[in-house]
DNA sequence: TCAACCCGGATTGTTTACAATATGAATACC
DNA sequence: GGTATTCATATTGTAAACAATCCGGGTTGA
């Protein structure tokens, strides 16, 4: 049976959930056994996860140490970075395709979502919408290989936001959404560009690549199936 | 002791110039236990390579089966193409920084090595060489991960060219490298990046994505430690 | 003749036990 | 008191045996 492919991929989703919802710090530990009982699963599957995991750089394995959450260097998040912005700023200049009626709807209701998230002041589910609005524009724009590209580079912007955010700072503005959905709609692909590219500068402008904190939290019970 | 990984890099990269040289054909089985005697090793780690691959979608695991080398749909050959074309003329259009001297010489360097293997009439080397060009480029323009996701897609374009090249037709001219360099000294991105795109263009249309051949060739001394 | 069925061999998937390694505390030494 | 060393413990890494699955050939029966 197929079911322990899904049953990775369910554990895999968690792993990659609560990074990008910056639960799991950089540099956490992530002890084989550990994960086999918080997931109801065995070292084998756990083992095979964080192997996969250590390939999308989110995971870092350490021979004979064991497996960490990924601490991207202050190198390393600059050029991931850059990597996105060149990819969303040249997509939206020139579009693969052109925004779909139904491709608009889908951003409405992601920001719709939003919307709602920031009425409840819930900083995790804004977290994980503003990046869905980014790679459902990518996948209504451009295709899929771009979109699972962007996928990986935004979860490791998550590790790069919370190893590096500075204080007293907001990321990631959704009204800039909204702007950007109003200037596709309108054909206007060099505003919308350039309105993508001060949206991601503006997130690099938040950040400080002089600290660098040891932020490594215990994994407790912040992982629920 | 750290031989393990590196052991496993030296089947993986054995693995993926045997796709990129397109020696390995797409649909290809690869049966653990003959990998395991012919790289002189054992199925686990074997099967840890063949995981690795299979994320970057160089190999396709089909639970209870076994490892195939993959074949990329003509959907997921157009999507690989785009993603490509986007980042290699964009990156071109407004490099992340300039060609320093150095970069220029390794790029040199690089094609003099594919004259000789013009000279030669080494089509293998030729096919390695032009892949290593971009490469080569977008490290110097770009940055480390932009290097590794075209590494992963090139890899992928190898097996569609392999899939779906049509008959008497030579990709990837190796003239236009030369080209490319010169415009580069001469910083005019936008010739540059037009050329690229051309270039790239040339490639696509030596594709024919209606037919569907199945060249599944048996690996047997194809790999060679 | 053809189709469905069944079974033996081969390959993959999983579990288990065991070996190797790193960690941290206790101890000995300077 | 501080530093180096040693040993017990916990965790990771590896190998091998076992179970499950798939594939192809052969048989049976309409």
Do not use: W
């Amino acid at each position: 049976m197929g079911s322990s492919a899904r049953e990775e991929a369910r554990i895999a989703d968690a792993l990659c959930k609560a990074v990008l919802e910056r639960r799991l710090a950089p540099g956490s530990k992530l002890p084989e056994e550990e994960l086999a009982q918080i997931f109801r699963s065995n070292r084998a599957k756990i083992r095979r996860v964080l192997l996969s995991l250590s390939r999308s750089h989110i995971v870092t394995l350490e021979p004979g140490r064991g497996a960490f959450v990924s601490r991207p260097s202050p190198q390393e998040a600059r050029d991931v970075l850059a990597s996105r912005r060149l990819i969303e700023v040249s997509l939206l200049a020139q579009p693969y395709r052109k925004l779909s009626a139904q491709g608009a709807a889908r951003l409405r209701h992601i920001m719709a979502q939003e919307a709602e998230a920031h009425e409840k002041h819930d900083a995790i589910a804004m977290i994980y919408l503003s990046g869905q609005f980014h790679l459902t524009l990518i996948e209504e724009l451009g295709n899929r290989v771009l979109k699972s590209i962007t996928d990986e580079l935004i979860l490791r912007m998550s590790l790069i936001i919370t190893m590096y955010e500075r204080q007293n700072t907001t990321c990631c503005l959704s009204s800039d959404h909204h702007d950007l959905l109003e200037l596709l709609l309108a054909d206007n692909h060099t505003e919308a560009s350039a309105l993508m590219a001060r949206h991601l500068e503006g997130i690099e402008s938040c950040l400080d690549f002089n600290r660098e904190p040891a932020t490594t939290t215990i994994l407790s019970q912040i992982l629920k199936c």
